[in-house]
């Protein structure tokens, strides 16, 4: 079946970074986008950024940019996130997303096969 | 950038009611609007894409509506299984994703 399976929790101290994998199976991964999304603690979602399995090509949220890299092995069709100098409001669980698109008149886009999360806390 | 809201932030409500969700845009985003259903240590699941479109396996009990900046989802009768945070997700600017704040839907 479809799925994502992403790699266990972390935990890290203030400026270290962190790296997270997300490991799809089910479906030709060269074919999709991979979207990031964060959950700080009793929060709502957040958008992180997504990457293109097919060509590489990147786009970050803004108040993300020039820490978080996202990259892909088609090899091991597997997704990573990078999070670099963290803080402690970095703590959150990350989720990764598959981003499927159709064709209804004009091309929509949706995230539609979700991981379980991996959850990294950021403290002293 | 585009930014969304949503009404009620919370609400109680009673199995069998039906329950409407508005979200709004900062913009016209035609109908690219999606719905997800998140529930407590879960992650989010896809509901409605393109602002009416039900994701196969949902129940046809969910609906979405609207166009431009105004989008409803309606349940149309409650179910103990529907006890949920619910967020719209624009994608009019894709590859740029933009999530409204949530609507918390608890047990009256």
């Known amino acids: 079946q479809v799925q994502l399976v992403q790699s266990g929790a972390e935990v890290k101290k203030p400026g270290a970074s962190v790296k997270v994998s997300c490991k799809a199976s089910g479906y030709t991964f060269t074919s999709y986008g991979i979207s990031w999304v964060r959950q700080a603690p009793g929060q709502g979602l957040e958008w992180m950024g997504w990457?293109?399995?097919?060509?590489?090509?990147?786009n970050y949220a803004q108040k993300l940019q020039g820490r978080v890299t996202m990259t892909t092995d088609t090899s091991t069709s597997t997704a990573y996130m990078e999070l670099r100098s963290l803080r402690s409001d970095d703590t959150a669980v990350y989720y990764c997303a598959r981003v499927s698109g159709v064709v209804i008149i004009n091309y929509y886009y949706y995230m539609d096969v979700w991981g379980k999360g991996t959850t990294v806390t950021v403290s002293s | 950038d585009i930014q969304m809201t949503q009404s009620p932030s919370s609400l109680s409500a009673s199995v069998g009611d039906r329950v409407t969700i508005t979200c709004r845009a900062s913009q016209s985003i035609s109908s690219y609007l999606n719905w997800y259903q998140q529930k407590p240590g879960k992650a989010p699941k896809l509901l409605i894409y393109?602002?009416?479109s039900l994701q196969s396996g949902v129940p046809s009990r969910f609906s979405g509506s609207g166009s431009g900046t105004d989008f409803t989802l309606t349940i149309s009768s409650l179910q103990p299984e529907d006890f949920a945070t619910y967020y719209c997700?624009?994608?009019?600017?894709?590859?740029?994703?933009?999530f409204g704040p949530g609507t918390k839907v608890d047990i009256k």
């Open positions: 997700q624009q994608s009019y600017s894709t590859p740029i994703f933009t």
């Open positions: 393109a602002a009416s």
């Open positions: 990457i293109s399995a097919y060509n590489g090509n990147t």
